[in-house]
């Protein structure tokens, strides 16, 4: 699988509808414009075809600099163009386009590989991956490395820093190794706030002569996500908070309202046919479920205060990545 290259933004770009996509462009595209400056700005797109801030956001970028000289390089992945067409986060039986960001055997993991090579010979400034998340949750920043250039640049965008080691295979991972390199998470797709957040983002890191930290926000938080929680592939799931008589599992309503909150040990987030559906594994793929959850007449418990991100209430996406992640706060507020 190869990448179409351009040195220039597509014609009418800016101006499609995201359904045009595919047509217009024929599948991943890198694209790559010289600016005032050699070292480049890296923009990653649309790697879930569903997350649409990033091409709105991308729209955006165009209409402002397409008839002016860019501040500097501007290199632009574009990736499942075929999903995004469809309003999917990927196609049946196709990869998913931010778990191929490492030597492999598919064609994907090849185009991943292609696009990686193609940046190491760049001078890049800063790799920015925007994305968007199916739950209620703040816009905020993520990191995969502990360093004072990446809390910088991810201090920028949104009230709140994460810090991930796993999944492990993500393109901002990928580029951590060789530039400064985050992903921003915008919130829903198509809310207006979050494509507004995002080109305003974007816009000031095009724009910056060197990476800075956002003064108004000295000692950020940072909270460290070690652990997931998931779901049988299998069970029937629904919102009720219920007991389960024909589902497997029934959460609560409002369940996503909780991401960033502390959830307090007793806590009860669901009831569970049996606690086969549900269980919770760290990073390593250690079982963590009895730390974390315990079930008394079919209800499920929290044993133990934590933060979670990323609940969800999209049944596709909690059953192929997780219902949400489990985080602790690393550096509290002075």
């Not at 956001?57 to 501040?71: A, G």
């Not at 931010?98 to 590989?113: C, S, V």
Request: glycine residues 6%; proline residues 4%; charged residues 25%.
């Amino acid at each position: 699988m190869k990448y179409k290259f351009c040195d220039h933004f597509p014609e009418n770009l800016e101006n499609i509808d995201i359904k045009d996509i595919h047509k217009l462009l024929d599948g991943p595209t890198l694209i790559h414009i010289r600016g005032r400056r050699d070292d480049a700005l890296y923009l990653s797109t649309l790697l879930h075809g569903n997350e649409t801030t990033s091409f709105l956001m991308l729209q955006r970028l165009i209409k402002k600099y397409r008839e002016v000289e860019l501040p500097r390089d501007l290199i632009i992945f574009i990736g499942n163009t075929e999903a995004a067409a469809c309003g999917m986060r990927h196609l049946p039986g196709q990869a998913d386009y931010n778990r191929i960001w490492e030597e492999g055997f598919t064609p994907e993991n090849e185009l991943a590989m292609d696009v990686i090579n193609y940046a190491k010979e760049q001078n890049i400034f800063a790799s920015l991956d925007i994305h968007n998340n199916t739950g209620k949750n703040p816009h905020y920043g993520c990191i995969n490395v502990l360093n004072e250039q990446f809390i910088d640049l991810a201090s920028h965008f949104g009230s709140h820093t994460v810090y991930f080691t796993e999944p492990h295979n993500v393109q901002s991972m990928a580029f951590s190794k060789f530039c400064t390199s985050i992903t921003i998470e915008s919130g829903k797709p198509g809310l207006e706030s979050g494509t507004r957040a995002s080109f305003e983002f974007v816009d000031k890191i095009f724009n910056m002569d060197k990476l800075e930290a956002n003064p108004a926000r000295e000692n950020p938080e940072i909270f460290h996500t070690f652990a997931r929680m998931l779901v049988d592939e299998n069970a029937n799931i629904d919102f009720e908070n219920t007991p389960c008589v024909k589902n497997d599992l029934s959460f609560l309503p409002d369940i996503d309202e909780n991401n960033f909150e502390v959830l307090t040990k007793g806590t009860q987030i669901g009831f569970a046919r049996d606690k086969s559906f549900i269980s919770v594994k760290d990073d390593f793929g250690k079982d963590l479920t009895d730390d974390f959850l315990k079930f008394e007449e079919g209800k499920i418990l929290l044993n133990r205060t934590f933060i979670p991100s990323m609940f969800t209430k999209d049944v596709f996406v909690m059953k192929e990545d997780c219902l949400g992640y489990i985080m602790e706060l690393m550096i509290p507020t002075t």
